[in-house]
């Protein structure tokens, strides 16, 4: 005969079944006082911006202070490219030599492991190759403009690019020009770059109007689903927008007031504060690095609604290792997902990669 399971015991079960289960978040890089080849987790990081995998399942990530880093599958950090001053020096020569400029984003093709780095003070991408390690500068000339529409990327000018992005076949790689207003792509076939949005003008553009001849605030970056849709984060207006395949733009979140409200609600009601970066996930919703609120958020395509996924709002170091929205951030400018769908944070102002874990 088998006895009642007693109500406290299965209280007790489903309480330690939700705790197992649940999310943490946890230091994957920076906070110590190590360099070149040290754990990961004991590497002192400045303001860390960009992060991406690469087919074999290194972390890469990019500095604003003129330093590529590889984090190998040991948990290993490396010094790969930059050699920590200012400059646009080394094409041709070993990445770990040559300089960079202020870089904010990086992009890896995930079938060529080459790495783009958006080089925003140089207004260029420049090109690691994977196999050789050499730098190249693929997009722009360094100098600034916004030449070259329907031209090879190589020959075209640029402003600051703030923003680097493959689309997931790595066909099409997003670039955002803060700097001119505008966002445009390369083909990664033919190498020529075409104009998405933006006509250089400052401005709001109407719900179904054309991209391409619509004015922008401020692209500070963008990113591409599977489907072809464009999604565009304006930083100080407080903005989602996206660009259809037909080429028409509309607004999808952000009421445009700078603030912090709006969790669970209509995405287009929701407040927004400086916004940095942004990521799609497989299912095509929109992860936003919502730096001065120091917040993670995601926008659900499905239902139009805004939630938040980490961060408590308030600028600190506090919660590592418990719930992820109970983590202090501070100013986060990244938010990305490796292969597998696991959430990693560019947690900038305190100089340290976090990884959501479940």
């Known amino acids: ?156 000018t640029f402003g600051g690019l703030y923003c680097v992005q493959f689309d997931p076949q790595c066909e099409h790689l997003v670039l955002a020009d803060l700097d001119h207003k505008q966002v445009r792509v390369i083909d990664m076939k033919t190498g020529k770059v075409t104009l998405a949005a933006g006509n250089g003008q400052r401005g709001a553009p109407a719900d179904g109007a054309d991209a391409a001849a619509s004015p922008l605030a401020d692209p500070r970056a963008a990113a591409m689903d599977a489907a072809g849709n464009l999604y565009i984060l304006e930083r100080g207006v407080n903005a989602l927008r996206v660009v259809t395949p037909d080429g028409k733009i509309k607004t999808v979140a952000g009421s445009g007031k700078k603030g912090s409200g709006g969790d669970g609600g209509p995405a287009l009601a929701a407040e927004m504060n400086g916004p940095k970066h942004i990521w799609v996930e497989a299912d095509g919703n929109v992860l936003i690095a919502d730096a001065e609120n120091h917040l993670i958020r995601r926008y659900d395509v499905k239902t139009q609604k805004i939630e938040r996924v980490a961060g408590t709002g308030k600028a600190g170091t506090a919660g590592v290792g418990g719930d992820p929205k109970q983590a202090e951030l501070k100013r986060p400018h990244g938010i990305y997902q490796s292969p597998d769908g696991t959430l990693y944070i560019s947690d900038s102002y305190n100089g340290r990669v976090l990884r959501i874990e479940k």
């Open 1 to 156: 005969m088998h006895r009642p399971i007693p109500l406290f015991a299965l209280i007790a079960v489903a309480c330690l079944t939700a705790v197992v289960s649940a999310e943490k978040v946890v230091v994957v890089a920076g906070g110590g006082t190590g360099g070149s080849g040290s754990k990961a987790t004991d590497a002192k990081l400045g303001q860390v911006f960009g992060a991406q995998f690469d087919p074999a399942g290194n972390l890469w990530v990019v500095e604003y202070s003129n330093r590529l880093w590889k984090i190998d599958t040991a948990g290993v950090i490396t010094a790969v490219a930059g050699d920590g001053t200012k400059g646009n020096k080394g094409d041709g020569g070993p990445a770990t030599a040559a300089q960079l400029n202020v870089p904010h984003s990086l992009a890896i093709d995930k079938k060529t492991g080459d790495v783009y780095i958006g080089d925003t003070g140089n207004y260029t991408v420049r090109k690691i190759d994977a196999k050789t390690g050499i730098m190249s500068t693929f997009a722009g000339t360094g100098t600034k403009g916004t030449s070259g529409n329907g031209g090879l990327a190589s020959a075209a």
